[in-house]
């Protein structure tokens, strides 16, 4: 009979793995993006979020309200830097609203 191991990971460390083996890294950053966007910038922002997409670093956020885009434009800067934080990675480069 097999000699059975008792080594114990924790479901964090094996999904963690898992996800950079699998490079679906990519893909859990683009939902976690677009979370990050409506925790950052509150329900009021989020409300006239359209679509948040992240390419090549670029982040694309569509909003219905020219006024709030305009606002928005101001604080570029600040908002690439808050996202990056909540992110824990310098993912964002650059922040395109349309």
Known sequence: ?????????????????????G???????KIHISEAWVK?????????TGDIKLQN?????????????EELGYGKDK???MINE???ADIVKKIMLV
Do not use: C, P, W
Not at 57 to 69: F, K, P, Y
């Open 1 to 21: 009979m097999a000699k059975r191991e008792n080594d114990s990971f924790s479901i964090k460390d094996l999904l963690g793995s898992y996800i950079k083996e």
């Open 23 to 29: 490079s679906l890294n990519k893909g859990f950053q």
């Open 40 to 48: 950052l910038m509150g329900a009021g922002v989020a409300s006239y």
């Open 57 to 69: 670093g670029t982040l694309i956020v569509r909003l219905s309200s020219s006024v709030l885009r």
């Open 79 to 81: 908002i690439i830097r």
């Open 86 to 88: 909540e992110m824990g």
